[in-house]
């Protein structure tokens, strides 16, 4: 069975900074890539950030450029979304995903088979 477990989301305010983390069971995180989706009430659920499995390159949705980080720890079977100067239009859930879809592919969400439960992220002043 495989399940992926979001953790690390809260209520911060504006400028501050947040790790989310996804822990995988079930597959090697290794064999997939991991990508980070959003949705806030009303909206489609939108990409945020990848990292392939090879781990040599990373895509970023443009407003979080230089902002966010995807990374991943193989060994811990985790990957982690590093989120930094915060605003408010970054409140939503969170979800981590894997899947083996080709790189062209890699911001949509079809190309991702298992998908975590989500977080809660919150930004408020």
């Known amino acids: 069975q495989v399940q992926l477990v979001e953790s690390g989301g809260g209520s911060v305010q504006p400028g501050d900074s947040l790790r989310l983390s996804c822990l995988v069971s079930g597959r090697a995180v290794r064999n997939y890539n991991v990508g980070w989706f959003r949705q806030t009430p009303g909206k489609e659920r939108e990409f945020v950030a990848a990292i392939r499995r090879s781990g040599d390159s990373t895509h970023y949705k443009d407003s979080v450029k230089g902002r966010f980080t995807v990374s991943r720890d193989n060994g811990k079977n985790t990957a982690y979304l590093q989120m930094n100067s915060l605003i408010t239009d970054d409140t939503a859930i969170y979800y981590c995903?894997?899947?083996?879809?080709?790189?062209?592919?890699?911001?949509?969400?079809?190309?991702?088979?298992?998908w975590g439960q989500g977080t809660q992220v919150t930004v408020s002043s």
């Open positions: 995903a894997i899947g083996t879809t080709i790189l062209s592919n890699i911001r949509s969400a079809s190309g991702y088979n298992f």
